[in-house]
T-cell receptor, first 109, second 111 residues
Framework: EDQVTQSPEALRLQEGESSSLNCSYT??????LFWYRQDPGKGPEFLFT???AGEEKEKERLKATLTKKESFLHITAPKPEDSATYLC??????????FGKGNQVVVIP | NAGVTQTPKFQVLKTGQSMTLQCAQD?????MYWYRQDPGMGLRLIYY???????DKGEVPNGYNVSRLNKREFSLRLESAAPSQTSVYFC??????????FGPGTRLTVT
């Protein structure tokens, strides 16, 4: 059973059209939820860490939020350079991360 | 400050050949990790090293071995490559319980 499920798998947005990505998790006793951005042919790039329900973090047009069962990555007024795959991961024991399969976002000019 | 570096960037192997993927980090991190990424599967942990001198199996360790050479370097070895090991391999490092930082990846094809 997957511990981390991301939806939608793929999303096409018009430039300026705000949207949200979902990451739901089943691990008990969350020790940290992480968001990464991955561009084609490159390694994942760290964006945010969230630890407790109600926590929010922002960076430019991205805002991550956390509840007891899921996290959202809100993209406000996206630009073409926000096109990427966004990965969500939760920390298990021993510092291991369990990753979801990603949300592929394409922003059309 | 290069972060996490990986060599080689690309590699093609024949079935049964062996090779070692190299990873180094200059952030003085204690923990290092090896992942593979396959289409539709997400990132899966192969092996990790919580600190210098220790290594542990991850989710998909079969067919791989690792060596934590020192605090900076963590290598991944394929003793007898198989087509199922065709993948993109990422190395990462972290300071214990903090976020992980990834290298640029090695694209491996086994024919």
């Amino acid at each position: 059973e997957d511990q981390v499920t991301q939806s939608p798998e793929a999303l096409r947005l018009q430039e300026g059209e705000s949207s949200s990505l979902n990451c739901s998790y089943t691990v008990s006793g969350l020790r940290g939820l992480f968001w990464y951005r991955q561009d084609p042919g490159k390694g994942p790039e760290f964006l945010f860490t969230l630890y407790s329900a109600g926590e929010e973090k922002e960076k430019e047009r991205l805002k991550a939020t956390l509840t007891k069962k899921e996290s959202f990555l809100h993209i406000t007024a996206p630009k073409p350079e926000d096109s990427a795959t966004y990965l969500c991961a939760v920390r298990e024991g021993n510092n291991r991360l369990a990753f979801g399969k990603g949300n592929q976002v394409v922003v059309i000019p | 400050n290069a972060g996490v570096t990986q060599t080689p960037k690309f590699q093609v192997l024949k079935t049964g050949q062996s090779m070692t993927l190299q990873c180094a980090q200059d952030m003085n991190h204690n923990s290092m990790y090896w992942y593979r990424q396959d289409p539709g599967m997400g990132l899966r942990l192969i092996y990790y090293s919580a600190s210098e001198g220790t290594t542990d199996k991850g989710e998909v360790p079969n067919g791989y071995n690792v060596s934590r050479l020192n605090k900076r370097e963590f290598s991944l070895r394929l003793e007898s490559a198989a087509p199922s090991q065709t993948s993109v391999y990422f190395c990462a490092s972290s300071e214990s319980r903090d976020e992980q930082y990834f290298g640029p990846g090695t694209r491996l094809t086994v024919t």
